[in-house]
Nanobody
C-alpha cells in the first residue's frame, strides 16, 4: 500500500515562495508519472502540474505556468513543487498522486490520498 506524505506548506504573503515535497513509501515512484493537485474550499479538486516518469517532460495548468516548477528525485522517492509569485487564489490544500498516464485528462491513479499540505497566501 502506497503512502504519500506532503509537506512544506504554510502561510505566506502574496508574491512569496514555498517548496512542497511529496515523499512516498510502499511504492517506488520512478515508474510513475506524478502530479500535484489542489483543493480549495468550495471548489473541486483541480490538477496543477505533472512530471513524466522519466523526468524529461513537465506540464502546468495555465494559472500556474511560469510560477510553479515540478521536479522529482527518484533516489529519494520524492516529488517537489516549487512555487514562486504566489497569489491568494493559490490558497488550497495541495496533494500529490501518480497519474494514469502522462497526458490529458490528468486523472489521479491511486484512490489513496495523503493528508495534503495547506498553502495559504495572504493579500
Amino acid at each position: 500500500q502506497v503512502q504519500l506524505v506532503e509537506s512544506g506548506g504554510g502561510l505566506v504573503q502574496a508574491g512569496g515562495s514555498l517548496r512542497l515535497s511529496c515523499a512516498a513509501s510502499g511504492r517506488t515512484l520512478s515508474s510513475y508519472s506524478m502530479g500535484w493537485f489542489r483543493h480549495a474550499p468550495g471548489k473541486e479538486r483541480e490538477f496543477v502540474a505533472a512530471i513524466r516518469w522519466s523526468g524529461d517532460s513537465t506540464y502546468y495548468v495555465d494559472s500556474v505556468k511560469g510560477r510553479f516548477t515540478i521536479s522529482r528525485d527518484n533516489a529519494k522517492n520524492t516529488v517537489y513543487l516549487q512555487m514562486h509569485s504566489l497569489k491568494p487564489e493559490d490558497t488550497a490544500v495541495y496533494y500529490c498522486n501518480a497519474l494514469f498516464s502522462y497526458g490529458s485528462p490528468w486523472h489521479p491513479r491511486w484512490d489513496y490520498w495523503g493528508q495534503g499540505t495547506q498553502v495559504t497566501v495572504s493579500s
